[in-house]
Every structure is written in C-alpha cells, then in structure tokens.
C-alpha cells in the first residue's frame, strides 16, 4: 500500500465514521447507511464487504450509547429485549421473502427516511416525558413492542436497510417513548442486530481489509461517544433540534453519495 492510499482511506473513514458516529450516539441510527456508501464510492471497496465493516462499526458505537444513555437512565432494557428477539426473527423473515421477489431495488427507502425524518424532529419535536411512559400499561407495552419489532425487522430484512431509523420512528411515534429513552432504547437493539450482520458477513465474506475496518471502528466508537454523551446532556428542544439537524444533513449527504455510485 502506497503512503498516498493509506491517506486517503484514512480520510474517507474518518469522515465515515464522524457521519456513522453522530448517527449513532444522536439517533441510534445504523451505521451502514454512511459508511457503506462512502467506502463503495470512494475506495471502490465490494459493496458485500463494506456493509460488513460498516456493521461491525455500528456493533461497538451502538454498544457505547447504549452503555451512555442506561448509565443516565435513559434506556428501556425489557422492552428492548422483547422488540430485538421479534426484529431478529422477523429480519430472517424479511430476508426469505425478498429472496422471492424478483429485483426489488428499495435502496433508497432509508435514505429519504432519514431526511424526513430529520425534518419532523425540527418541525414537530418529540416532547414526550418519563412520566407519560410510565402511565402505559406493562402488557400493552410488551404487545407494542412485538409488533413493532415485528415492523422493522420485516422492513429491515426486506429492504436490507432502515432498521435503527424505523425503530426510533415506531418508538416515539406509536410506542410513545420520551425522546432520550427511544434513541438509547433503539441502540441498544442496534448492538445486537449488527453484531449478528457483521458475523455472517465475516463467515460468508471473509475477512475485510483490515485498515478500513480498525479506522472505521475507532472513528465511529469515538464519534458515537461525543454525540452520546451530548444527547443525554441536552435538553429536549435541543436535543430534537440536534438530532433533526443531523439526520437531515446525513440523508442529503449520503443521497448525494448514492448519485455518485450510479
């Protein structure tokens, strides 16, 4: 490897992993959809494995926020528990049908799903407090989380994408969850469903270039950690504003990067 390309894949991870890293720790959103477009675009890296390195990213930057949002207080591990085993199983689901279909391209569902949903967090903040949270019954709430599990994981395995977008979309919108609780609620489910990606990736793919995936690990840890510690820090209009500022920064950005690959 020359001097110049080692720059150059330093440069384009460290920008990847500031986008997947204030995603994350911001609004538990999936790694994968900022690194993988920029890893194809600009290093030309095999769409198969930069989606690999990109779940591995989100499996230690998730894991952090979510280790930052429950050391505040601000995350609902029973429910959590509940919504992953129905968006793993239902992913498996999603992923067979898709398999029937012939040539649904759907890529862009989640870029634009970023972006809108950027726009409602600015135009229609989520002000929901604990105190609403607590007064929903227990059973409504584990019958809640089995069906909108049962949502992303069918739409992720589907479509291949979206997942921590739908999660947090579905957690403040039809769980009702108070902004904080529904981001570190979504990363929490976001560890464990990338570090089951990122596995088979790895088994079926090999094993990825090793500088790409150890830059794009630490940049996103550290980024996923500053916007974590932030979010949890912020008020609720701020942190609406925040996080409806960055998503839709990050969907313009990787819709532009997308144009780009075709």
Not at 85 to 99: E, H, K, P, R
Request: charge should be positive; charged fraction near 10%; include cysteine.
């Amino acid at each position: 490897m020359t001097e110049t390309s080692l720059w150059v894949k330093v440069l384009v991870c460290f920008i990847s992993g500031i986008g997947a890293g204030l995603g994350t720790g911001f609004a538990g959103m999936s790694a994968a959809a900022v690194i993988s477009p920029l890893l194809i675009t600009f290093l030309g890296m095999p769409a198969y494995e930069a989606v690999g390195i990109a779940l591995a990213s989100d499996v230690l930057a998730s894991a952090v926020s979510a280790y930052t949002y429950g050391k505040n207080k601000n995350l609902d591990i029973k429910n959590g528990l509940v919504m992953m085993s129905a968006v793993l199983l239902f992913t498996l689901a999603g992923s067979w049908v898709a398999s029937l279909v012939p040539n649904t391209t759907m890529g862009s569902f989640s870029v634009f799903m970023t972006m809108l949903l950027g726009i409602k967090f600015i135009v229609r903040p989520v002000m929901t407090t604990k105190e609403a949270m607590a007064g929903v019954s227990a059973k409504k709430r584990v019958i809640q989380s089995i069906v909108c599990g049962t949502v992303v994981g069918f739409i992720c395995g589907f479509i291949g994408a979206g997942g921590g977008m739908m999660m947090l979309l579905l957690l403040t919108s039809i769980l009702g969850y108070e902004l904080k609780t529904a981001i570190g609620t979504s990363v929490f489910i976001m560890t464990f469903t990338a570090l089951t990606g990122a596995g088979s990736h790895f088994a079926i793919g090999g094993a990825p270039d090793l500088w790409c995936l150890v830059l794009c690990v630490t940049f996103t840890l550290l980024w996923a950690r500053i916007a974590a510690l932030f979010a949890n820090r912020a008020a609720p209009k701020t942190l609406n504003r925040a996080v409806g500022i960055v998503l839709t920064v990050l969907g313009i950005t990787v819709l532009s990067v997308n144009f780009l690959i075709r």
